[in-house]
Each structure stands twice: as structure tokens, then as C-alpha cells.
């Protein structure tokens, strides 16, 4: 009785569980919860640039801070193009890059048209001033005349070489080769032609009728030997320009003791004759 009652429960089980697996079941689909395919970036890119990464954080940090430049007074404006400054306490004179303004103290010529205006303008904008220089290792560092070469800016940032030519107190002035702002001043100068500025108004240098007449000649004043006390030989402070005569300069060039002390560097071919081109 018992084996009949658990064969029938058994079969019961049995069928119930045929049916279950005879059932067919529905497929499973998988759920696409996002239809559109097109990514989206938006959060990511915020938090790239909101959020800066450890190794950029750490170059901004390292990066050198931006050099001191060193201010050096100018002590005295010699021309339009030459400069002398106080470097260390000792006074170095400096030729402009780049540049040429009519002369004003070369004994070899007249005032040149303009020169007297380019030299004034220069001193306005440099006596007293302090200036930094930028040399350029094109041209080097000095001229056949051992003066340094370079450009001058002054303390506010006025670029002095660029600015003499921009407003037609200066020429662009190229010597054997061409250096770092050659075009640069090349289309200052066209600038200041097209403006008609400085020594390119109109009529500024043209030359007086032949009918004008002429200035009577002065004869050159006697000319009175130097006093050993107004004069340094300790250190490079003259060249020929600060004379006015042969005479004068060889003067304080024996003074100074000559060809086995010129300190002032007057007798370039040492042959015992200082500034050999003045009167």
C-alpha cells in the first residue's frame, strides 16, 4: 500500500516536472538601457581640466623663474649712437647696434644735417637713466674701436636702438653683416621715411642755395697742454673721440706713459703716435 501511494506521489513529481521542462521559456533579451551610441565626453573633459594631473602640477612648480636683468647708469651721451655707462664703477663705452646717426664730434667731418637734434634726443632719453643691454653674438661683442656693442633698453622697457630709428633721428645701419633686429629696423626706418619723421620731414637736410653766403672761418684756438691731475690713467676711460686735437691726445697718451702704459688704447698701431686722425 505504501509503494503504490509513493509511486503515485512520485509520478506526480514526475509529471510536474515534465511540464516545467516541456514549457518553453521565454528567451532572455538583454536590457539596453542606452540607445544612443554617440559617446559622451563631457564629464570627463571637465575633470581633465578642473582636476590637473600630479606630473603637471609638479612641472608648473619647477618651472625657473624669469632672470634678473642688471641695471647699469648711463654716466654719458657722447653722440646719437654711443653711450657710456657705469659698469662695476668703471665707465664702458658703447656703440648701438644697428644704428647710425649723423655725426656730431668726429673731428674727421662737419656736424652732419640732423646730428645735433639726434644727440639731443638722445640725451633726453638716456642721461641719468638706468638701462640694461642685450648683446648679440652676431656682430660680437666689441668694434675695431674695442667699444662694446650692443642694444640698450631702458628701465621702463623702451627699446632705444629701435625707437632712434622709428622716429628718424637714427639710420638703419647694417656692417658686414646682418644682425638680430636688422628687419626689424629696416621697416622702422620705412615707418618713419613714410611719416616723414625726424631727418626725413620734408626739407630737413637739403642743402643751402650756393648763393648763401658762407661763415667766416675762426682760426682754432691756442691750444693749452692738460693738466696731469684732470686726467685718469688708471683705467680705460678716453678714446680719440674725447679729443679735439693729435696734440691733445698725445698728450695724455705720454702722460699716461705711452706705448708701455696705453691704457686709454689712443695708439692702436703703437707706433707712438695717439689719434693719428685728428688735426
Known amino acids: 500500500m505504501l509503494i503504490k501511494v509513493l509511486s503515485g506521489i512520485g509520478g506526480a513529481v514526475v509529471l510536474v516536472v515534465l511540464v516545467v521542462l516541456a514549457t518553453p521559456s521565454k528567451p532572455t533579451v538583454p536590457t539596453i538601457t542606452h540607445l544612443n551610441f554617440e559617446p ?41 649712437d654711443t653711450i657710456t655707462i657705469s659698469m662695476n664703477g668703471v665707465p664702458k663705452t658703447i656703440r648701438l647696434i644697428g644704428i647710425d646717426t649723423p655725426e656730431t664730434v668726429d673731428p674727421r667731418t662737419t656736424v652732419q644735417c640732423f646730428g645735433v637734434e ?5 640725451k633726453e632719453l638716456l642721461t641719468g637713466k ?54 626689424e629696423f629696416k621697416a622702422a626706418q620705412k ?27 675762426q682760426p682754432a684756438p691756442a691750444y693749452t697742454p692738460p693738466s696731469t ?10 678714446n680719440c673721440g674725447d679729443f679735439s686735437t693729435h696734440a691733445e691726445a698725445q698728450d695724455v697718451y705720454e702722460m699716461c706713459g705711452g706705448v708701455n702704459n696705453d691704457i686709454h688704447r689712443l695708439d692702436g698701431d703703437k707706433d707712438g703716435e695717439a689719434c693719428e686722425s685728428l688735426p
Do not use: H, M
Request: charge should be negative; include cysteine; charged fraction near 20%.
Open 40 to 80: 559622451t565626453y563631457t564629464q570627463v573633459f571637465e575633470e581633465e581640466v578642473t582636476t590637473p594631473s600630479v606630473v603637471e602640477t609638479t612641472a608648473a612648480v619647477q618651472q625657473p623663474p624669469t632672470p634678473t636683468r642688471t641695471l647699469y647708469t648711463v654716466t654719458k651721451v657722447i653722440d646719437g
Open 118 to 122: 639726434a644727440s639731443n634726443k638722445a
Open 130 to 183: 638706468n638701462v640694461w643691454i642685450e648683446t648679440d653674438v652676431i656682430t660680437g661683442q666689441r668694434d675695431k674701436y674695442d667699444r662694446l656693442l650692443a642694444y640698450i633698453y631702458r628701465d621702463d622697457g623702451l627699446f632705444i636702438n629701435r625707437y632712434l630709428v622709428e622716429y628718424g633721428y637714427a639710420y638703419e645701419y647694417t656692417y658686414n653683416t646682418p644682425y638680430k633686429y636688422q628687419a
Open 191 to 217: 615707418s618713419a621715411e613714410a611719416a616723414g619723421r625726424g631727418l626725413w620731414a620734408p626739407g630737413v637736410c637739403e642743402e643751402e642755395p650756393a648763393s648763401a653766403p658762407q661763415p667766416t672761418p
Open 229 to 238: 691731475s684732470g686726467y685718469s690713467c688708471s683705467a680705460n676711460i678716453y
